[in-house]
């Protein structure tokens, strides 16, 4: 059964960094595209990050632009979020998930892993 776990979440004050990953099992994460999305309250999901599986290219969203970067280790079967210059407005619940065909639609999420930026 495909199942990802999030790790690498909790609290950091403004301006400091947190590196999130995301492990896979039962399936190979290299195949698929994986994203990074957040959920904060009262607010909806929204996508941060993806990484393609043909290219490995990849996509931002404009708020993370240049602070965030998403990247993989297919021999750990795992992709990563790195998060530099964190910022209040990051704080949020982050999940990766896995889209099978690329189309958009992701089949697969972790359960999420909170992200506090406070001081």
């Known amino acids: 059964q495909a199942q990802l776990a999030e790790s690498g979440g909790g609290l950091v004050q403004p301006g400091g960094s947190l590196r999130l990953s995301c492990a896979g099992s039962?399936?190979?994460?290299?195949?698929?595209?994986i994203g990074w999305f957040r959920q904060a309250p009262g607010k909806e999901r929204e996508v941060v990050a993806c990484?393609?599986?043909?290219?490995?290219?990849?996509y931002y969203a404009d708020s993370v632009k240049g602070r965030f970067t998403i990247s993989r280790d297919n021999a750990k079967n795992t992709v990563y979020l790195q998060m530099n210059s964190l910022k209040p407005e990051d704080t949020a619940i982050y999940y990766c998930?896995?889209?099978?065909?690329?189309?958009?639609?992701?089949?697969?999420w972790g359960q999420g892993t909170q992200v506090t930026v406070s001081s």
């Open positions: 998930a896995a889209d099978y065909d690329g189309n958009g639609s992701y089949e697969s």
């Open positions: 039962g399936f190979t994460l290299e195949y698929n595209t």
């Open positions: 990484i393609s599986s043909s290219d490995s290219s990849t």
